[in-house]
Each structure stands twice: as C-alpha cells, then as structure tokens.
C-alpha cells in the first residue's frame, strides 16, 4: 500500500504578498537608463589612467573613462483615471572600479567620489520619485512632482560637466502652460559636510535649499527657443551652527538664460549665459 503525502507549507505575510505578485498579470513596466564601460592600459603598463587636470570641474569622456558605470531605471504607470494619472519612477547607479570580474558594492553616503580605484563598488538611489498628471483641473498639463530625480540637467555632454544641475530630494510643479512658455518652480534640498565649527574644528552636514524656477521653451526665432531660470539658494542651519562664531550667512543667486537653435547644420547650437553670487 502506498502512502502520499501532502507538503505542508508556513508562509509569513511579506512571502504571501510576494506569491500573490508572482502569480498575477505582469504589468508592462518601463526600462530606460545609461551604461558605459572602459577599459585599457598605459604606455608603461598597468591599469588605464584618466587624466583630468588639477583644478578642473570636469573631464573629457571619450577614451577617458576608467569604469563601469550604469544607471538603471524602472517606471510605472500606476493609477489612470481619464487624463489623471499617477507615474512613479526610479533609477539605481552602479558604479565599479574595473578591478576584476567580481566586484561587490561599498556603502558610500558621498557616492565614491573621494576613493581610491581600488576594489569593490559603489551603488546609489539616483532618482525615486511620484509624478500626478493633469491632477490640477486649472493648470492642464501641468505635473506635480515629489521625490528625488534628475531635475531639467543641462550639460557639456563631451566634457560630462553639468553648467546648471540642482538635482536631488524636494518637490514642485512643471510645465505649466502660459501660452508664451512653459513654467516650472521647484523646492530642492542636498545635504553637504563642508561646514567646519570654528571652537572645534570638527565638521558637520550642512542642509542646502534651492528654490528654482524657470521660463521654457518661448519662442523667439524661427526654430529657435529661449529659457530663462532663477535659482535662490540658502543654507538651511540649526540653531547650533547659526551661534557659532565662524558662521557666514551662506546664500546666493543664480540668473540663467539659454537660448537653442534647432536645424543648425543638422544638428542644434546651445548658447547659455550665467551669472551667480557666492553661496550657489
């Protein structure tokens, strides 16, 4: 005679709800991000080395990139109702020093800048964050937005230098129609630890505030448009730092205007000007 038995299972709540994913629908979800990888050796032997001059904010890219570096990115559409809808997006940066075929990740709260190339890598939540279309029936078109993302970079590709970039953790509303120009205004917060107690000597973070806003895309010439962004800037101190004798009031403006030719040989021309005070 033969006996069967049944498996018996324990399942907690956090694997319940995994089954329950697993055995329903997939839902499409939207892939996009950014990969490089290089590598090379030097006249005299050993490793690459990338050359970046003494003082420079930036450095050229091509042939000049000694790591793996990959931004992958993940987002949802998850609630549609009409022209409402909810979208939450997110991106995870990887970045590896090229030592060997197995690398692990580092924990690194300032994001690897200031190690040496040695092994192991660092990984970074580069943007999570909810954006509500259409979710003010006034401002048609327009985004509301929380989290933290990439907000409007603008760049020198080739030099991979970033001329107005005030990324990071905050909030704001987009793209709101004027009929001339598309308005944006956005609260931004990054933390830093540059600032140095003058009795202690010791260090400490400092929170940052940006208050940006901007004009887009206004026509001003045939396939030719202008924006216009001002950007406040101000270090948000404690008590603590605020009564310390070495403080400095820590803020400043930023006054940017771009102007982009479309068509221009088959490509397009960039032109930025720029004007800042110290403190941004």
């Known amino acids: 005679m033969k006996h069967k038995q049944t498996p018996n299972f324990l399942l907690k709540p956090g694997y319940v709800l995994a089954a329950m994913l697993v055995s329903a629908p997939a839902l499409a979800v939207d892939f996009h991000g950014y990969m490089r990888s290089g590598v090379g050796a030097t006249a005299g032997g050993g490793d690459q080395a990338c050359f970046q001059a003494a003082g420079a904010p930036a450095k050229y890219r091509l042939g000049n990139e000694c790591e793996t570096y990959a931004e992958i990115g993940l987002g949802q559409e998850v609630w549609k109702e009409g022209d409402k809808s909810f979208y939450v997006d997110s991106m995870i940066a990887y970045n590896s020093r090229q030592a060997n075929d197995y690398e692990a990740t580092r924990t690194d709260t300032n994001g690897g800048a200031n190690h ?71 609260w931004i917060r990054n933390t830093d630890g540059d600032y140095v107690y003058q009795g202690s000597g010791t260090g400490t973070n400092i929170a940052n505030d940006t208050l940006d806003i901007r004009l887009a895309e206004i026509d001003v010439n045939p396939n030719g448009k202008l924006e216009i962004g001002y950007d406040y800037g101000k270090a948000n101190l404690t008590d603590e730092q605020e009564r310390d004798p070495g403080y400095t009031d820590q803020k400043g403006h930023l006054i940017t205007l771009e102007h982009t030719q479309g068509d221009w040989f088959g490509g397009y021309n960039k032109l930025a000007l720029q004007y800042g005070t110290d403190g941004i």
Not at 122 to 129: E, G, L, P, T
Not at 171 to 176: H, P, T, V
Request: glycine share 12%; aromatic share 14%.
């Open 116 to 186: 040496p190339f040695d092994e192991g890598g660092d990984v970074a939540i580069r943007q999570f964050n909810v954006v509500g279309h259409n979710l003010i029936e006034s401002l048609p078109g327009a985004d509301i937005w929380a989290g933290k993302r990439y907000y409007k970079r603008h760049d020198v590709h080739i030099n991979d230098y970033y001329y107005w970039d005030v990324s990071g953790p905050g909030a704001g509303i987009e793209d709101i129609d004027l009929g001339f120009a598309k308005a944006s205004i956005a």
